[in-house]
Every structure is written in C-alpha cells, then in structure tokens.
C-alpha cells in the first residue's frame, strides 16, 4: 500500500519499505513506505495550501463529508474489522465487537458538532465608559494540525483526531502506527472520495523518529496532537517548543482500581479481568493496572481472579474464541517480561501465568507485592495484575495516589459517601463507578494528570475547541446605531 500526499497515493521519497506483520503467526501481511523528512516537508506544504479551503468550507459541508465516512466505514466493516484483526494483535472478538463500530461512531458525532461550535456574545456595560459596546467571541481554525497515532486502538484513537481536526475547519497530516497502519490506509480513502480538498487529509508511514520528530518540529505545523508513551511524549514536547506549536499529549497510565468491602467479589473480579487481560492484551493507557481491595474480601476475590485467568484462551488472535493475543512486538513482549522476572526477584509472589510464548504472555497475577515493585512503580503495558489488601478506604485513596501518572480510576462500592470521597481525592482526570477503567466514552472529556498528559482533555466538543482559535471581537459604541424608545 502507498501512503497520501497532496491527494496523490505514493511512495516515499527514498522508495524505503516497511513490513507489516500478524503479531501471533510473524507472517508478513504487506509493506508499506518508510516516510522520508522531505516526505514530511512536502506533506506540510500541502496542508498549508489546503487549510485555506478547509477554513472557507462551511461546518454543514465539513459536517457532510464526515458523515460520508462514517458510513462507509459501516459499510465495509467486515472487511475493516478482518484489516485491523490482522495487524493489531487485539483478538477478534474486541475488534469486532468495539473499534470499528466506536469509530464510526466518533466520526458522526463529530459531523454533528461541527455545526455546534458556537461562540458567545457579551454586552459590555459592567464596564465604565463601555456602557454601549458589546463584544463577541467565535472559533476558527488553527490551521494545520499533525495527528500521531498508537498502534493500541489506531483507528478508534485516530477518529477522534483527524474527524476532529477536519470537523474545525483544519488540514490534518497523520502519522500512522508502525506497527499497523492498513487499515487506517483504507478509512484514508473513504476520506479522500467523500470530497477533501487535496492536501486536507494527508498520511504519512514511517518510523516515529523521523515522521513525527519532523512533524513535531517544523515550521508549518499549527498543532501536534499526539497519543503515546510518556517518553515519547516528552520527546515530542520539547521538538514542539522550538516553534511554540500547541501540543495535546494524552499519554501513558498506571490505572487503579480500590474494591471496598461490601462488593461482591464475583463481579469484581471480572470486571479486573476484563479490564487488564481481555481489553487490547493488557496493552492500554487505562487498562486496570493496579488493584487495591479491603481485606475482609482480599482473598476471596484473588481465588476468583486466579480461577477467571486460568480460563482464559491465549493464543491466535484472529481466532473468534480467542480471549488473549499477543503483544504488538517481540520487543514489546520482551519488555513485559523483563518487568514480570523483576516483580519475582523483588519479592511479589505469581500465583498464575507469566510465561512468554513467542509474542504471547501469559496473564499473570501477583499478590504479596512489596511497595518498592516495579508493579506499582512503573507502568507496566501488558496482561499483568497485581492484587494489593488495604485496611481502609483513605489507605486505598493513598495507595492509588501514590503514582506518577493519574489517568483514570475506579472504585467498586455501594457506599455513596466513600464514592464522592474517593472521587474528590483521586488524583486523575476521570473515575469511573462500578466498572473498570478501560472504558472511554467520546462526548465526555479523556485525560489524565502527572505524566498521564499535558493537562488537556479529548472528547468531542473538547477536541474541536482545541483544535480551534478563540477569537475576540469588540465593537465599541454598538448600541449606539440603535435608537433606544421607552
């Protein structure tokens, strides 16, 4: 497959060439370019002259071309949902019974609020001498926004990039995953026929440390918003600042869970099952990472969790009964590991799994984790689940606090008084009641504090004011043209 520059498909600019493959099997699924930094150049410049018809379009038609791609992205998919099962690693079932649909889903709601991005008016006689003035603000496009996205949910996590760029009126230059890019190379189509602009929807493939470095540092590039690692956030930050660029970095996440005493240790159980092992292989931002649960239930629900991961099918991830598939790398599953030995040698104690097949680990799960393990102190970005007793429920508070990253949490309770405490001191940008925190809803505001993120927040109507200029217009005297009777 080719890559989309200045509406043409092509290679890249050395004729370089990337293998894509099936994380469980190695088999080599296709290629595609290896961007170039003049590829990147060339792709800016583009969107440079395209910004100027995006901002000129109007919202309905913005609106109307989003719409066209959310159905056919429903229209085709089957087709999708086979694409990305193959390259991603996420297991069929996941793929089939959320992503596609979620991004279908997120593109029509940013059709819809496209034509919502209201500004306001303000009559300004609070102020001596301005008695007769009013003034009003409205939103307008950055411009040129560069969109770099994940392998872990690329197309769900990319919609709410480019549908949002787009929808505010930008030209949005996409980074695709290295890992997986095929399936985004398809929706880019649908893009490219429902009638952009050349040059207003372009994607780039490529290695990290050329495309988005280039991205994030040259001039031309109104905004960066970027979805990744922490490490590869700061990177990114700091390019960014050379030219005083805007950045929006939803980045990683050590999510944790407190299961208080009056819940049923069945549903708690599952829920931390689903929410670190079967939710992207453990691979997410916020999947659940650490769980800290009363100790009047501790062991009731480690039997359980142990005996729900022990029915676990790991394996071939384009199988439909396959619960667990593989990390996105060797690499990746190498890393994994290497935390899991260190979690032994530092004390903690495996009860189950944590075995490495190929790309495959085993879920494991830990109890007896000493405070200094690489379990609560690091992220750990695969199926790995340690189970932590607390005394009290501001002992579970401090615990989850004690953290350098603060994305999202939940606590599992019937209590309201310890839900509004506990959501009152949480240190992170959302907590989520009675369910796991692998879970984004996209009318509502993602982000995170710490190095989870650089304080702003994604969701639909939060992305399209991020993505837009606030203007301030003030009109002395106004009322003035108006003869005031009575």
Known sequence: MLMLIDGNWVGSADQALMEITNPSSGGVLGAVPAATADDVDRAVDAANRAKVQMAAMPAHRRAEILETVSARITENRAHLVALLNAENGKTFKEIDGWEIDAAARIIKGYAEEAKRLHGHSVPLNGIPNLENSLAMTLYQPLGVIAAIVPFNYPVELWSHKIAGGLAAGNAVITKAPEECPLAMLEISKYYEEAGLPAGAHQILTGYGEVVGARLAEVDGVDMVSMTGSTEVGRLVSVAASRTLKKVHLELGGSDATIVC??????????AVVAGRFTSGNGQICCAVKRVFIDKKIHQAVVDRVVELTRGLKVGDHTQPDTDVGPMISARAAEGV?????????????????????GQ?????????????????????????????PFDTIDDAIAMVNNSDYGLQASIFTNDFRAIMNASMKLQVGTVIVN??????????????RKLSGNGVREGLMETLKDMSETKTIVLKDAFDVFEVNG
Not at 263 to 269: F, R
Not at 342 to 357: C, P, S
């Open 261 to 270: 005493g009056d819940v049923d240790p069945d549903i708690a159980a599952q």
């Open 337 to 357: 590991k290497a935390q899991i030995d260190r979690a032994v040698d530092e004390g903690a104690r495996l009860l189950i799994g944590g075995g490495k097949n």
């Open 360 to 388: 495959h680990i085993d879920p494991a799960v830990f109890v007896d984790i000493p405070d200094n393990s690489v379990l609560l102190n690091e992220e750990v970005f695969g199926p790995v689940l340690p189970l932590v």
């Open 435 to 448: 369910h796991q925190t692998a879970m984004r809803i996209e009318c509502l505001p993602f982000g995170g």
